[in-house]
């Protein structure tokens, strides 16, 4: 592979070989959170850092957490002992759960604060959210990129809309976990990524908040500090392994990811079901998978619990026979790109056939696809998808906008190039 500031040059043809799951960035900013505002210093085993998470981090020490990397891929965090008394800025760059989930949290804690929005970030939902907290006492404002929020909330009724984004749902429980006495949430609509807010429960529970939930009602204790153990290791992350995974099954020797547990709280595991469905064999053993190609044929995924694979399966779905359909899919269109079109014109670039529909995608497979050069329209996912596609090319990638792989996966490039040329 060449690399240059921007454009990669993915070489054609199968893989095989073994790498190492990266951490999940959506169990490491759960973990902080919790850590951050909890009665005890945390250590974190999770390796290298995101860019979304580094987001994270930025706004927890803007509010008094003391967080440092050690060695060994650890994360050392102290707690906030007092919050600022002045107005806190809140570097969320372009990472959603940073701001969905501290705008809550800021609330909860009373704090001043001014979120500072990048790329996409202004453009994606946040209005059911701020609705329902200006409406529970908080005084929040938007101008251009930057969001306003004063005021404090308190233990009550809460009532969100979640056909949008389970990121409200989980800044709620956060925030209302933190609160003086007990509150009740309900999620009202099509509950979409649930795997997700269940991910935020779990983590909750294990740093002691009492929760009950019947249907999609919580309700919460309030604890106002988190208690969690004194060292915890982050899970391996399914939707960074996906697209090893799927490049597994376009192979005969194969592609093996480490450090990933089926039994933990990730819905992206789903992944394994779908390879199955389209005929790939897969193999699981302890804390690793292998994924190889069988009789492969055309399959239908339901994005609703986990959008981030869509960009990966489809791209799988153009190269294998029959048709593959992506339902439940709507929402990714306020991703870090408009997701359905970005996947469809950096697969069609290459010679597949995928047709956008309301809610998702139609995948005629190919009986090859011809290389050339394509778009990550600076969306990580995209990206990395390019890399499945270019295993049944006929012809070397060429991949503009390489480094937005940053956001979720930093290593990703270089894994890529640990596996095998068959």
């Known amino acids: 592979m060449e690399v240059s500031r921007t454009d990669l040059i993915l070489r054609h043809g199968v893989r095989c070989g073994t790498v190492t799951a990266p951490p999940s960035k959506s169990h490491i900013q759960r973990l902080l959170i919790c850590a951050a505002l909890g009665s005890q210093e945390t250590v974190i085993r999770c390796g290298w850092l995101s860019r979304d998470v580094e987001a994270v981090i930025a706004c927890l020490r803007a509010l008094g957490a003391g967080i440092e990397r050690g060695e060994n891929g650890l994360l050392h965090v102290i707690p906030v002992s007092t919050v600022p008394d002045g107005v806190c800025d809140m570097p969320c760059g372009e990472s959603g759960a940073a701001l969905r989930f501290l705008l809550p949290v800021v609330g909860a804690l009373g704090v001043r604060a001014v979120f500072h929005r990048e790329g996409r970030l202004s453009e994606r939902p946040l209005k059911p959210l701020t609705e329902l ?8 404002c938007e101008y251009e990129n930057d969001v306003y929020c004063e005021g404090k909330l308190h233990a009550g009724k809460y009532l969100i809309d979640s056909s949008v984004s389970s990121q409200f749902a989980s ?4 925030a209302l976990s933190l609160l003086d006495g007990s509150s009740e949430l309900s999620l009202v609509g099509k509950v979409v990524s649930a795997t997700y807010i269940g991910m935020t429960e779990k983590v909750l529970q294990c740093a002691g908040v009492g929760m ?33 995974l799927c490049i597994g099954a376009l192979s005969d020797g194969g592609v093996t990811v480490r450090g990933l547990s089926s039994s933990g709280l990730q819905g992206d595991c789903c992944v394994l079901d779908v390879l199955e469905d389209a005929g790939a064999e897969v193999l699981s053993c302890d804390d690793s998978v292998t994924v190889r190609s069988g009789k492969l044929k055309g399959f239908t995924f339901d994005a609703g619990n986990a959008p981030d694979l869509v960009p ?14 992506i339902i439940d899919a709507a929402r990714l269109r306020v991703k870090e790109s408009n997701r359905l079109d970005a996947t469809a014109a950096m697969l069609n670039a290459l010679g597949a056939d995928v047709r ?19 778009c990550s329209a600076l969306d990580h996912r995209i990206a990395m998808a390019a890399s499945v596609a270019a295993c049944f090319c006929s012809e070397d990638v060429k991949l503009i906008g ?7 996966y930093p290593a990703f490039w270089e894994d890529l190039g640990c596996l095998f040329m068959l």
């Open 133 to 140: 907290l200006k409406a529970q006492g908080l005084r929040i």
């Open 171 to 174: 800044g709620l429980l956060f």
């Open 212 to 244: 009950a939930r019947s249907g999609n009602t919580y309700i919460i204790c309030g604890c106002r500090r988190f208690t969690l153990p004194a060292f915890l290791t982050a899970e391996g992350d399914w939707s960074g392994a996906a697209p090893f």
């Open 312 to 325: 990966a399966l489809a791209a799988l779905g153009a190269c294998v026979d029959g048709t593959t359909r």
């Open 356 to 374: 956008i529909e309301p809610d998702g995608l139609t995948i005629n497979g190919r009986a090859s696809l011809c290389g050339g050069s394509v």
């Open 402 to 408: 390489a480094e937005c792989i940053d956001k979720s």
